[in-house]
């Protein structure tokens, strides 16, 4: 009976509470209407400035932003410069970076996540006196009031309370205790993270949570969303690649070049190698300085990968060797499939181990991956045929498994470039390859593939062939000699048969033709002399001719080397 007594009581202190904002309100709507009779001159104006005297604080929601978003408060005077928050300040120039990361207005995300449990508080903020002291406030009353709840008359029940939407500000930080400025961000940092992560004292993800927490700006103009999920994922890249230890750009060596260094208080988009469109990174180029690569190591955070603009995420280690390597490793993060953006990704040179990731072929968007000179095992899936805008793609010098070309490769309709070379590739190479006929530049040397390629005689725009090191056989098509575009041809070490055509002499933009030990033999086609911009001719074999001066006397021609069956002008040629 007590309980029931209780909750009657409840209810009725809410219904009298709400009639009473209801009562206000029509209060002030009476006040109104008065000073609406009083004035004569500027009626709309003043009208409006009276309506605003009455109207609380908080931001209005705007129409495109949802229920949940609101205008960012304006932070004074035009021309005031006194704010340093990284949040206020212009991104540097570059694509589209000149503009300051935007309220979350207009963000599906924050208008979604404003209605959800985990969503902060609405707060009512002091601001007498030095300390600004927020407490929680409860949802603000609607201009009419609700239907009055009725007492039970048989048993006792919970009355329902009907909570009315509430407009969700965007926040000061001085309205804000450190706590509650940490629970925000701990709450933003969880849409992309896990607490046992965050949690975990030997991860990188927990000290860039505490970077966010006690050493990024105590007072950012504006806890916004966006800007708070980028800094965050932008300190975990350099705590997971042990920035402190980097070669430059790093926190503990401010010189960038004109940069401005990692974990700085400027922007975010003020960062080395960072790039952003409307204050949101659009690509992370760990470019070098001074010929020197940044020095990356460790390996990649999940967190980079779920930047929901970053289009291009290019950290190769730049070398003229091909020996040295970076020093970046581990897998290749499996959230790679879920970047709803990403076009480019390059990882050239480095160390990273494991399969690719078969989420990797979720990510649709991609339309250039570099992966050469690392680790890798496992093989390449037929899942590659989900890439479909997939134009670039090299994962060369891998120690993948022992396994055939995907079939698959033939159904990318706008491949350019393909690198398969030295991973451990066996077998025929699928007809499917016939339909690649958009084809540019491939690269399938240093495998075990075998049988005939015939493959080539569709690619109409090759420019560059290199098949050497394998198991080929047979006749070379006649069409191979007849493609204008080539400039490249390495056969080298295969098993193939016949002679040297009459039609190379077709190829006028020929740089490079390196034929050692292909299984050719026989008498060299005069025609070859005719090859204007050859660069570089290796011709060993079983093979016999000459070399004429022409061809010798070519400005362009820089090394000639032969077999001994084939003559050549004195200090022209080299001869094994």
């Known amino acids: 009976m007590r309980s029931y007594i209780i909750s009657n009581a409840l209810a009725v202190l809410c219904t009298v509470l709400l009639a009473s904002n209801v009562v206000s309100y029509q209060q002030n709507g009476s006040y109104l209407r008065r000073n609406e009779r009083s004035v004569d001159m500027n009626k709309e104006r003043i009208l409006s400035k009276g309506k605003g005297s009455n109207s609380s604080k908080v931001p209005k929601s705007k129409g495109k932003g949802g229920k949940g978003s609101s205008k960012a408060p304006k932070s004074g005077k035009k021309g005031n410069g006194s704010s340093k928050s990284p949040y206020s300040k212009v991104g540097k120039g570059g694509k589209g970076s000149s503009k300051a990361p935007k309220s979350s207005s207009k963000s599906t995300k924050s208008s979604k996540s404003s209605k959800s449990s985990k969503s902060p508080k609405s707060y009512k903020c002091s601001k007498k006196g030095k300390g600004h002291g927020c407490t929680p406030v409860s949802s603000p009353s609607a201009p009419n009031a609700p239907t009055e709840q009725k007492v039970p008359t048989s048993s006792p029940v ?13 926040l000061s930080c001085t309205e804000l205790s450190k706590v509650q400025k940490t629970n925000i961000i701990k709450q933003f940092l969880l849409e992309i993270t896990s607490s046992d992560v965050l949690n975990d004292n030997t991860s990188a993800q ?6 966010m927490y006690e050493q990024d700006l105590p007072c950012p103009t504006v806890i916004e969303r966006t800007s708070v999920k980028q800094r965050f994922s932008l300190a975990a890249l350099y705590y997971s690649t042990e920035g402190n230890n980097w070669n430059f750009c790093g926190e503990n060596n401010g010189e960038c070049n004109g940069h401005d260094f990692f974990l700085s208080e400027s922007s975010e988009c003020d960062w080395y190698g960072i790039t952003c469109e409307d204050g949101q990174i659009t690509k992370i180029d760990f470019e070098p300085i001074g010929g020197e690569n940044v020095g990356i190591r460790g390996s990649l955070p999940d967190e980079i990968f779920l ?17 040295d390597r970076g020093n970046l490793g581990g897998f290749l993060p499996a959230t790679i499939g879920q970047a709803p953006n990403l076009k480019t990704i390059d990882l050239d040179k480095h160390q990273l181990k494991g399969p690719i990731p078969t989420e990797l072929y979720n990510a649709a968007t991609l339309r250039e991956i570099d992966l050469d000179n690392n680790f890798l095992t496992g093989s390449i899936t037929n ?13 060369g010098n891998n120690p993948f498994d022992e396994s055939p070309i995907p079939a698959a490769f033939g159904n990318l309709p706008n491949l ?3 690198g398969l070379n030295d991973a451990n590739l066996i077998g025929a190479v699928p007809n499917t390859f016939a339909n690649l006929d958009g084809l540019r530049f491939i690269d399938l040397s240093g495998n075990q593939l075998s049988g005939s390629i015939d493959f080539i005689d569709s690619w109409s725009k090759i420019e560059s062939l290199t098949i050497d090191n394998n198991n080929f056989s047979g006749p070379i098509p006649v069409s191979l000699w007849t493609k204008p575009s080539l400039s490249s041809i390495i056969l080298s070490e295969n098993g193939f048969n016949g002679q040297i055509p009459a039609e190379i002499g077709n190829l006028t933009e020929l740089k490079t033709l390196l034929l050692v030990n292909t299984g050719l033999s026989g008498l060299i086609p005069q025609e070859i002399n005719n090859l204007t911009s050859l660069e570089i001719l290796y011709l060993q074999g079983d093979f016999t001719g000459e070399i004429s001066q022409t061809l010798c006397n070519s400005n362009k021609i820089k090394k000639i ?5 084939i003559t050549c002008p004195q200090n022209c040629c080299n001869t094994i």
């Not at 970053?310 to 280690?317: N, V, W």
């Not at 080397?561 to 069956?565: E, L, N, Q």
């Open 158 to 170: 919970t009355t329902p309370i009907t909570f009315l939407p509430t407009i969700t500000p965007i």
């Open 307 to 323: 930047l929901p603009k970053l289009l291009e995420l290019k950290l190769e280690f730049e070398t003229t060797s091909l020996e």
């Open 206 to 211: 927990f000290e860039a949570a505490k970077f």
């Open 416 to 418: 350019r470039v393909l």
């Open 383 to 395: 899942d590659i045929a989900k890439l479909v805008d997939l134009s670039f793609f090299t994962v």
């Open 561 to 565: 080397v032969i077999s001994s069956g």
